[in-house]
């Protein structure tokens, strides 16, 4: 291992401080981000009619004016992590040639699974194929509605499944979903994740967004270049999670309303956020190894048996076709989906395309040192795959099972629970309306619901350990009020967001935070690149 650009030996060594009776690893990083979250969450708090035109304002010039910074950094990674995994670079190994694993491959796709999509995508798993299916205002490059929302519902006309229109519309339903939660998005955690384990295990440099720059900052890293770095990486991980929570939580008060008949209102969700972020605090304070790995391993395991459930009591060779159609419409698409030039379909590429791509960068900083972190001892080539191909698999079954099963219920059965939710725009609902149409819809909406609820404590803990690492200055046993202050920012956040504007302050949130740290996310490729380079030159 080499020891270029070591931790400077009085920084790795600073001792802890006193603040309000706690030890505090007191650094730049942990004292800017901390005040300003804060004042974020009180400012929030107190002025919440303020907070929800401001965000409504910010998302909608942020959507329009960056998009194309967005869709540049979305492409420039992917073409990077291909470039990367199969050429000569893909070979070196990730802390050295005798590196050997931590964890097994199905627990290491299990937990980068967990802590990457999880509450996404059974919030979107049903509404998001079908709210392109329908088309209207979110016609994917401006593909022609197969029916009329307005007219069709009040006359119950239902289009003919067998009309080739209609079998476009589902198909390019599916694909474009996955164009969402498919490779480009992987690619952003995958280039943040491969720069800090390289950099890390390679290089002897602590896990810090900042390490991957010393290529170009070299000893300045230490300083301001790098504080300000490890900020922006701060900032866009407890807002990304702040945007997931929010979504879990409201999912999860709408099951519970559906179920239950416990009413949808700010308490319920306040109450939810309180709860879970507690029991996110049992699991951060238990470490990587114990409390995150189980429920990872646990979660992963329920995901799969309530997808089988889905494939096996929905039309499973609908299901199964929808899969292989899919697979080649986004094959197919993938290009014109990726262009951001002279684009008709503003509502479709600004309200979800540019949305999701913002989302996925202010992920990046945890998403991606938490991969890092768990990636030691894999080469580089195998490291993209996982990352890349294997979730995006996933991610392709599932929506096929997910939304193929809802848009059958709709072609063959005229069921209109699921589009008439989607076309109101309460997308937190359609979950459990598709499972109205199945046997067993009361078991199946409460395993949903537990896999929201744990996916939204793996998505916490783990950020909160990630985050307080980056704070800490690279310390991995940085004190425990210090996780419990960061796994408490989080729920925070999310409250302050949702009082402060829902969904739409929720989305604007990431594509704010997004914005500068996609800027970090080239530099990281760049830097990365130069690093790979120079460890393959070298002799053995």
Not at 164 to 172: E, F, I, R
Request: overall charge neutral; glycine content about 10%.
């Amino acid at each position: 291992m080499h020891e270029e650009g070591k931790q400077p030996q009085h920084m790795r060594e600073r001792e802890y401080r006193k603040l309000f009776g706690l030890e505090i690893y007191l650094t730049p990083v942990f004292v800017i981000s901390s005040i300003a979250i804060v004042v974020f969450i009180i400012g929030s708090l107190i002025f919440q009619e303020g907070a929800t035109k401001l965000f409504g304002n910010l998302r909608v010039w942020l959507t329009t004016n960056l998009d194309w910074l967005f869709m540049i950094s979305t492409n420039l990674v992917f073409l990077f992590c291909l470039v990367v995994a199969f050429s000569p670079l893909g070979k070196v190994r990730l802390g050295g040639a005798d590196a050997k694993p931590e964890y097994s491959y199905l627990t290491w796709l299990a937990m980068i699974f967990a802590a990457g999509v999880g509450i996404g995508l059974l919030f979107f798993g049903v509404s998001e194929p079908v709210t392109y299916f329908q088309g209207g205002n979110y016609s994917p490059l401006g593909t022609e509605t197969v029916y009329d929302p307005e007219t069709d519902y009040n006359a119950g006309n239902v289009p003919d499944a067998s009309d080739p229109k209609v079998q476009t519309a589902a198909s390019l339903g599916i694909a474009t979903t996955v164009f969402h939660w498919g490779l480009q998005g992987w690619a952003i955690y995958g280039v943040v994740g491969l720069a800090l384990a390289f950099f890390a295990y390679n290089r002897g440099l602590p896990l810090l967004i900042r390490s991957a720059f010393y290529p170009i900052f070299g000893d300045r890293i230490w300083g301001w270049p790098g504080h300000i770095i490890d900020t922006f990486a701060i900032f866009a991980g407890i807002f990304g999670l702040a945007t997931s929570l929010g979504l879990g939580v409201q999912q999860v008060t709408s099951g519970l309303n559906h179920l239950f008949g416990i009413p949808v209102n700010p308490v319920t969700m306040v109450l939810l956020i309180v709860g879970i972020t507690a029991i996110a605090l049992i699991s951060v304070m238990t470490g990587i190894n114990v409390g995150i790995k189980r429920l990872s391993q646990f979660n992963i395991i329920l995901a799969f048996l309530l997808l089988a459930a889905i494939i096996l009591l929905g039309p499973t060779l609908y299901i199964l076709r929808t899969l292989f159609t899919g697979l080649g419409t986004y094959v197919m698409k993938i290009v014109p989906l990726s262009n951001w030039i002279g684009r008709e379909d503003t509502g479709f590429f600004h309200d979800w395309t540019t949305f999701y791509w913002a989302w996925w960068i202010a992920w990046a900083p945890f998403i991606g040192t938490f991969i890092a972190r768990i990636s030691k001892g894999r080469t580089v080539r195998e490291f993209v795959i996982f990352v890349l191909l294997l979730p995006t698999l996933l991610c392709l079954i599932w929506f096929s099972a997910f939304g193929g099963t809802a848009i059958h219920q709709f072609l063959t059965e005229g069921y209109t629970g699921v589009t008439e939710n989607v076309e109101t725009y309460t997308y937190e609902l359609a979950l459990f309306k598709m499972f109205e149409g199945l046997p067993w819809a009361t078991l199946l909406s409460c395993v949903a619901m537990t896999l929201t609820i744990i996916f939204f404590v793996t998505s916490s803990d783990s950020g909160s350990l990630i985050i307080d690492i980056i704070a800490a200055g690279g310390k991995v046993d940085a004190p425990i009020p210090q996780r419990v202050f960061w796994c408490t920012a989080e729920g925070l956040v999310a409250i302050a967001l949702l009082l402060g504007g829902g969904l739409k302050a929720l989305q604007a949130a990431s594509l704010a935070t997004g914005f500068p740290f996609a800027i970090v996310l080239l530099g990281m490729g760049v830097c990365v690149w130069i690093g790979l380079s120079k460890e393959v030159r070298q002799p053995e």
